[in-house]
């Protein structure tokens, strides 16, 4: 029912940002929680962080303060805007959605979503 798509990916130096969009290019996204997920080489996909239906946002501890999840339910889109940004934050961004239960509900596992984007490169090397 959704398609996501996500962009903005690209190198950037370590203490830089980056903002990456997720789109749906097939239902709105209003009745949807998303989610961030990320992937290093050799590594297993962890969270990165969510946002609720109603707008609750739940953040890993090695991105908060400096990661920050919204959501722009007009333009189906959600965006992460990255900051101070570091070598560890390397790897394969993929945004996720899926229909909660609960509109206040921000899932964090990989199987409490049902629809994944592609993935967006983000490197962070000097």
């Known amino acids: 029912q959704v398609q996501l798509v996500e962009s903005g990916g690209g190198l950037v130096q370590p203490g830089g940002s980056l903002k990456l969009s997720c789109q749906s290019t097939?239902?709105?996204?209003?009745?949807?929680?998303v989610g961030w997920f990320r992937q290093a080489p050799g590594k297993e996909r962890e969270v990165v962080c969510g946002?609720?239906?109603?707008?609750?946002?739940l953040y890993a501890d090695f991105v908060k303060g400096r990661f920050a999840i919204s959501r722009d339910d007009s333009i189906n889109t959600v965006y992460l805007e990255m900051n101070r940004l570091m070598a560890e934050d390397t790897g394969i961004y993929t945004c996720a959605a899926d229909t909660p239960v609960l509109e206040s509900f921000v899932p964090t596992h990989p199987a409490d979503y049902s629809y994944w984007g592609q993935g967006a490169q983000v490197t962070v090397s000097s």
């Open positions: 946002v609720s239906i109603t707008g609750d946002t």
């Open positions: 097939g239902d709105t996204l209003n009745a949807y929680a």
